[in-house]
């Protein structure tokens, strides 16, 4: 039976696999895509939003794979693209106007709960039902409310983990793999900057990647029980000071851009010049295809924790693909969103072409994955994502994204951690926490 399924899987991943870039694209004049799936006479038309590019051609080949499998229930999918502000924010629009929403959309974390607590979005538990046994349950009832409804579907684990170069750890003489504690690391970082000049790691001033993944290693959220924001806490505070401490030694930098997602970053990551970098696994793609000089260097460990003992896993990042109300194909459209999502296939698809860790767990032990010598993310770092998978299980801590997180996550971004790290380094941490609460509009 094992034998068959695995075979199952390797002829999935060659149909998704091949699958691939099968969109045909068109360009709009205001800048946005679109992709269609193989024209179906009969089928359903089904219009879809996403903010990112890489997303379309995954949502066309699934339409593909599903018509394949439903041939009774085909499907006739659009796929429209458009920059991540804007496409969010017409879809808000048209959601509170009632006029002009796709019948599906991606929607990311940082907005989605605005969706969720104003009602735009339809509940789709009895379309995952048939699969929840075999995914992380976490990656979809993160997008959900405290009736016990979800909304969205991820398309990653986004388990969080530490990057190392390898030539600047050789260098420095310092072994990943001895590194537990937060303590340990920047001891640790303290030999890499004595040896080689460089920072062991860096913090954004535009994003919240290393101070969540800190917090939420504490079981500290940024909203609280009823979804009102909670920036000021014992725990945020002690993640601020601690980073602020590292950036005073220089064992932190604030990134190059602001950002880990800027052009200024992304040269100085592929030159070498930062030691390690704690990111979810989807941070594998940006790897890829923006640091060539670094393939075959960089080494992928669990990320540290407070105290040895602790649970190292979290999962950051994400989207959460949803049905919007009002659509005319309600149930086609969850269930064809619970297929693409939570599938073998599209799982597959995620791994193989988007170098996102899957969700579905029985995929973490498929060697047709898991041992692929033409991956190319596989190919490119020196140790194995799905090693970590293995041995961190299903047991990760999510993001609370309900009630006014969205409006608490825009503040985060634009002014809070700008103010704490760069502007105001020298400013009580609590007070700074207040105003900045005090700040958040919703």
Not at 186 to 193: I, M, N, S, T, Y
Request: net charge negative.
């Amino acid at each position: 039976m094992k034998r068959r399924f695995m075979a199952g899987l390797l002829t999935a991943a060659m149909l998704v696999s091949s699958l691939a870039g099968a969109a045909v694209t068109v360009h709009a004049e205001d800048g946005s895509t679109q992709g269609t799936n193989t024209f179906v006479d009969g089928g359903t038309e089904l219009s879809f939003w996403t903010f990112q590019e890489l997303h379309v051609p995954f949502w066309t080949s699934m339409a593909d794979v599903w018509n394949e499998k439903y041939p009774d229930r085909p499907i006739n999918l659009t796929v429209t693209n458009g920059e991540s502000h804007s496409t969010h924010s017409k879809l808000l629009i048209a959601c509170q106007s009632g006029e002009g929403a796709p019948d599906m959309a991606d929607i990311e974390i940082g907005y989605y709960g605005s969706f969720v607590k104003d009602g735009y979005l339809i509940p789709i538990n009895d379309a995952v039902e048939p699969y929840k046994d075999d995914v992380v349950m976490s990656r979809i009832t993160m997008y959900g409310d405290t009736e016990g409804n979800y909304y969205g579907v991820d398309f990653h684990l986004g388990e969080t983990v530490t990057y190392y170069n390898m030539d600047v750890m050789n260098e420095a003489g310092v072994d990943p793999a001895e590194i537990v504690t937060w303590d340990d690391y920047f001891a640790a970082g303290q030999k890499v900057l004595e040896a080689t000049g460089k920072p062991m790691t860096a913090v954004e001033t535009a994003d919240l990647f290393l101070p969540q993944a800190m917090m939420l290693q504490k079981n500290a959220q940024y909203v609280d029980e009823e979804g009102n924001p909670n920036l000021v806490t014992d725990e945020h505070a002690e993640v601020i000071e601690y980073i602020r401490s590292k950036l005073a030694d220089g064992t932190i930098e604030i990134a190059p851009g602001g950002g880990l997602h800027t052009e200024e970053w992304y040269g100085h990551l592929n030159a070498g010049d930062v030691a390690s970098i704690t990111m979810p696994l989807w941070y594998m793609g940006r790897f890829t295809d923006y640091c060539g000089d670094l393939a075959k260097k960089v080494a992928i460990y669990e990320m540290p924790v407070w105290n040895e003992g602790d649970v190292r896993a979290v999962l950051q990042g994400g989207t959460g693909t949803s049905v919007i109300k009002g659509t005319e194909n309600e149930q086609l459209a969850k269930d064809f969103l619970a297929f693409a999502k939570l599938s073998a296939e599209g799982c597959t698809y995620e791994w193989v072409n988007l170098g996102f860790d899957p969700i579905r767990t029985e995929l973490w032990d498929d060697p047709a994955l898991t041992e692929d010598p033409d991956n190319k993310f596989l190919n490119y770092f020196m140790t194995k994502p799905f090693d970590i998978l293995k041995k961190n299980g299903t047991e990760l801590t999510a993001p609370d994204i309900s009630g006014q997180y969205a409006a608490t996550y825009q503040t985060l971004v634009s002014t809070t951690y700008s103010n704490a790290f760069e502007m105001s380094v020298d400013r009580d941490v609590y007070e700074l926490l207040q105003e900045e609460q005090d700040s958040i509009i919703y």
